[in-house]
């Protein structure tokens, strides 16, 4: 059975960093890809970032609002991504969730990850 277990949120002034982390399990991750969502108060979840491999080819999908801010990285021993976030935002507050796709392809439609983390709070303060 495939898990996601994401860690790492917490309360930071705006400008500030924080390194959220997924780390997978259950299934071989040779190829794969995951994603990570969020979702504030009232919203609807939206897209953050997402990285695939396969082979020696990685790609990485940036929303426009975080990109150059948020940059993704993992690790494939220990088959964790890391969503390193700097320069936040007050606009940045969400539970942030991280899935697995589906297709080990690089999505930004949340029907595409089927399999989902229980979320982790990130909360920036102005």
């Known amino acids: 059975q495939v898990e996601v277990v994401e860690s790492g949120g917490g309360l930071v002034q705006a400008g500030g960093s924080l390194r959220l982390s997924c780390a997978a399990s259950?299934?071989?991750?040779?190829?794969?890809?995951m994603g990570w969502f969020r979702q504030a108060p009232g919203k609807e979840r939206e897209f953050v970032a997402a990285?695939?491999?396969?082979?020696?080819?990685?790609?990485?999908d940036y929303a426009d609002s975080v990109k150059g801010r948020f940059t993704l990285s993992r690790d494939s021993a220990q088959n964790t991504v890391y969503l390193q976030m700097d320069s936040l935002k007050v606009e940045d507050t969400a539970v942030y969730y991280c899935?697995?796709?589906?297709?080990?392809?690089?999505?930004?439609?949340?029907?595409?990850?089927?399999?989902w983390g229980q979320g982790t709070q990130v909360s920036v303060s102005a």
């Open positions: 259950g299934r071989s991750f040779t190829n794969a890809a």
């Open positions: 990285v695939s491999w396969r082979r020696a080819i990685t790609y990485y």
């Open positions: 899935a697995v796709s589906r297709t080990d392809w690089v999505s930004r439609a949340s029907d595409d990850y089927g399999v």
